[in-house]
């Protein structure tokens, strides 16, 4: 499963697998190298297989590391699994690896994030998306005067300025040095001789084509392969030996290879097409099993596939995938078609998904949670696939609620809002005789517009789910809905209405015996309204007690919010080591979970424990970081006086120590670092303080001899101050508390049902 880091787009860290097995193509290397030093935008064509993706992923690995040093993003965004021409934004910005939590567009995100900074954006299969693709890159090239386009495809944008790099099929040489290549990785000994170099001109050096004939050598000769390759030449010339179109010569070629499969063999060929981008062994045995091909068959027949080149295999964060290439794929996908089975696999496909979603939203109350993370960041493009299905099916709405409404642990608890957003208002426009889906559904969306500060289609959501669940007497949708809206209170800083309905909530879910993150979330949320309201040992109470719940089950996420809570009172409590020690461990689960919100949080206060250990200039720097950060947030620290009350005292501290200019100077250091080195920054504990610097009292900056424990009440009583009549208040160091990103970021919940079950409403 997966970790932080997406295992499709390449954006940092070693190169994809393509590059290990690039061979030849030195001088259209060199040649692409000087195009993209030339012209901003450059397309790579050519018919499928003959090698565009490869050289375009080779290309962008030497400008980010040779010629052009001063690269600071790189990105590859396969678009080939994008079905929905809206989507091709959201993956350009997962592609990039950015994070958006406000309801501002992917564009806006893309625009904001990339100004001012060298980029090369590499567009892989966008010939079926070429409208919204052309679009979209004559925006960004026109808006970002340092982004450079590398575009793949079979077609031109056909946009002014586009330079095109037409790819042929390989020479004869190269051809001839492929195939040997191919046959050495599987451990057979091809000398270059007539009967190989007449086989690779007959298939026109197109590198899928050779890849797939070096895949039969285990059973045929070349001469063997050669003279099958002629039989169906003939046949489709006429008798002839008339060379075919080179399209026509991959698809011969495909077919060809097809036709030497088993029947078991293309079967499992064409039911491997329903797939998006790449797929796991325990799905293609539910998905493509039956109907002539047993379940305990499939991995044999997968390993016969894999030898013959048709799938290839690849290590990811989340285990063992496999892929087909799309010119494979397609073929397969025909197949499916003309045997009438299309329909049948894609909700096959759909059910698997389900139930995968179904029982990660489980697991993510539990040890596995940062499986959970990394298994759903793989099989994303499979989910949106199952959630088109869904949505775009009318008998079907009700499972295309449950699933988007089942994800909402990665909406919410893995950075991606704005996608689930759209897929959660998609679901609930269609009507359906299954209250209980459109209930969940209607909830996650309440608590996602919330996160992005939309308060009043928040408020929307959540009355219709609570008015439809009275009237179903569903007591689950009841209590995530009064839950929502406690949090929806926080936002608007309410906090005794905040406090009511979240204790009310937590009351339900003991009741019905539920316990899991969202409630562990409701218990830290709780905590911030006490907090707020100056009752400082009791928010202490509860999160102590929530982070002992959490290391019981094993939940990470939950209990990062509750360490957030738990280090402001050590802050406040003259102890900013512990203060430090809880920040770095709730921001290293953050960080992984792709937090940004719990991210910046946790960097604001660090900026002031830092203060407060004596280093100005550190904490002038982790500042200037979070302030880059902020505005995919939402509104920096939300409006929130309770926020922002520790940035202003950091910055007060910090400004008195080192003079306004040497602070404006450390500031706009600290704005410069992209968000992993920020996080690396603010981990690196040798920067505590400077040797020998004595620490200083964070409200006046006045150096001081030890730190000076407040009384719990005056404590209680800081932490409160300035509590009313802002947007702002405070949904819990989810930090969801401002007017932007809601209230309780990560599914608010409720009090511990210490026994219950581990349903997610």
């Not at 298994?375 to 775009?392: G, H, I, K, M, Y």
């Not at 009172?569 to 920040?583: K, Q």
Request: charged fraction near 25%; include cysteine.
């Amino acid at each position: 499963m997966r970790g932080p880091q997406p295992p499709g787009p390449w954006t940092d860290g070693d190169p994809p697998a393509e590059l290990s097995a690039f061979v030849g193509r030195s001088a259209e290397l060199a040649a692409l190298d000087a195009a993209l030093g030339r012209a901003r935008l450059v397309t790579v064509t050519g018919m499928g297989g003959v090698g565009k993706s490869r050289l375009a992923v080779r290309a962008a690995a030497r400008w980010a590391s040779g010629g052009a040093a001063d690269a600071a993003v790189r990105g590859r965004v396969e678009l080939a699994a994008v079905r929905d021409a809206q989507f091709v934004e959201y993956a350009v910005v997962e592609a990039l690896g950015l994070t958006d939590h406000t309801t501002r567009t992917p564009r806006q995100v893309l625009l904001e994030h990339l100004a001012g900074r060298p980029v090369l954006l590499v567009l892989d299969g966008f010939e079926h998306l070429v409208a919204a693709c052309a679009e979209l890159t004559a925006e960004l090239l026109r808006k970002l005067p340092q982004l450079r386009v590398l575009a793949v495809g079979r077609r031109p944008l056909g946009l002014t300025g586009e330079h095109l790099f037409p790819l042929a099929p390989l020479g004869e040489e190269e051809a001839v040095l492929l195939f040997t290549s191919r046959a050495r990785e599987q451990g057979l000994a091809v000398a270059d001789g007539a009967g190989v170099r007449e086989l690779c001109r007959r298939l026109e050096g197109i590198p899928l084509a050779l890849e797939l004939a070096a895949g039969r050598l285990r059973t045929l000769s070349p001469e063997q392969l050669l003279q099958r390759l002629d039989d169906r030449f003939r046949l489709l010339t006429g008798g002839g030996r008339d060379a075919l179109p080179r399209h026509r010569t991959l698809r011969t070629a495909i077919g060809w290879s097809h036709e030497l499969c088993t029947p078991a063999e293309r079967l499992l060929w064409a039911r491997l097409s329903v797939f998006a981008q790449t797929f796991d062994l325990e799905a293609a045995e539910y998905v493509c099993s039956g109907d002539g091909l047993p379940a305990e068959d499939v991995l044999d027949v997968l390993s016969e596939l894999l030898s013959q080149s048709v799938v290839t295999r690849e290590e990811t964060p989340a285990g063992p995938r496999y892929r087909m290439l799309d010119t494979v794929r397609a073929y397969g996908a025909a197949w499916l078609e003309a045997a009438g089975d299309a329909e049948r696999l894609r909700r096959r496909h759909r059910d698997w998904y389900l139930g995968l979603a179904t029982l990660c939203e489980l697991d993510w109350f539990s040890p596995r949670q940062r499986e959970v993370a990394a298994r759903v960041e793989a099989e994303l493009p499979n989910l949106r696939v199952a959630l088109d299905f869904s949505v775009t099916e009318p008998e079907e709405a009700h499972l295309g609620q449950y699933l988007a409404g089942s994800l909402w642990f990665c909406w919410v608890g893995c950075g991606r809002l704005a996608e689930g957003r759209r897929w959660l208002e998609r679901s609930v426009e269609l009507r359906s005789p299954y209250a209980q889906a459109r209930l969940k559904a209607l909830w996650v969306l309440g608590y996602v517009a919330i996160l992005q500060g939309d308060t009043v289609r928040a408020l929307q959501a959540l009355r219709a789910c609570r008015e439809e669940a009275e009237r179903e007497a569903d007591a689950t949708a009841l209590a995530y809905a009064e839950h929502r809206t406690g949090c929806l209170a926080l936002v608007r800083d309410d906090m005794a209405g905040a406090e009511t309905l979240l204790r009310s909530a937590l009351a339900r879910y003991r009741e019905i015996g539920e316990l899991n993150s969202n409630v562990l979330m409701g218990e830290v949320e709780l905590a911030m309204t006490r907090a707020f309201q100056g009752d400082l040992p009791g928010a202490v109470r509860l999160c102590e007690d929530v982070r002992r719940v959490c290391e019981e089950h094993g939940e990470r996420w939950a209990r990062s919010y509750a360490l957030y809570v738990l280090a402001y009172a050590a802050w406040l409590g003259g102890d900013p080591a512990g203060a430090r020690e809880l920040l770095a461990d709730c921001l290293a689960d953050a960080h992984a979970f792709r937090d940004l919100l719990a991210s910046v949080l946790v960097m604001e206060l660090l900026a002031l424990v830092t203060v407060t250990e004596g280093d100005a200039a550190e904490a002038a720097v982790l500042q200037g970081a979070a302030s880059r950060l902020w505005p995919s947030v939402g509104l920096p620290l939300f409006g929130s006086a309770h926020y922002s009350a520790p940035h202003e005292q950091c910055e007060a501290a910090a400004r008195k120590a080192l003079g306004d200019a040497r602070y404006e100077e450390c500031v706009r250091e600290g704005a410069g670092l992209g968000r992993e080195a920020a996080v690396a920054r603010a981990l690196r504990r040798d920067r505590a303080r400077p040797p020998g610097a004595p620490p200083v009292c964070a409200s006046t900056g006045v150096p001081r001899a030890a730190p000076r424990a407040p009384a719990r009440r005056e404590a209680g009583a800081r932490w409160g101050d300035g509590e009313a009549g802002r947007d702002g208040g405070g949904a819990g160091p989810d930090g969801e508390a401002g007017s932007r990103e809601g209230a309780g970021k990560r599914e608010p919940a409720a009090s511990p049902a210490r026994k219950g079950g581990e349903t997610a409403g």
